[in-house]
């Protein structure tokens, strides 16, 4: 996750990934992604709110697919 942070930071893009404890406690969506800016255009802005870290990477790496864009290429 660093390094795709870092990949993402490069291009401009502000990253946030959390954890949330008192969510985790009460079995809530405690994991969140967040990305805007920089590659992803002004306007761009991507929120996800899930129940495992996984999820979250896999949302964003579909979201960042979608944006043509590919950390992994």
Same mark, same amino acid.
């Given at each position: 996750?660093l =390094?795709?942070?870092?990949w993402?930071? =490069?291009?401009? @893009?502000?990253?946030v990934f959390?954890?949330?404890?008192?969510?985790m406690? =009460?079995?809530?969506?405690?994991?969140?992604?967040?990305?805007s800016g920089?590659?992803?255009?002004?306007? *761009?802005?991507?929120?996800?709110?899930? @129940?495992?870290?996984?999820?979250?990477l896999?949302s964003l790496l579909?979201?960042? =697919? *979608?944006?043509?864009? *590919?950390p992994?290429?």
């Open positions: 996750m =390094e795709l942070m870092g993402l930071a =490069e291009r401009g @893009i502000t990253t959390k954890v949330d404890g008192e969510r406690i =009460e079995r809530r969506t405690a994991w969140m992604v967040l990305v920089g590659a992803l255009g002004e306007d *761009s802005f991507f929120r996800a709110d899930l @129940i495992t870290a996984d999820a979250c896999d579909a979201h960042l =697919e *979608s944006k043509g864009l *590919s992994f290429a």
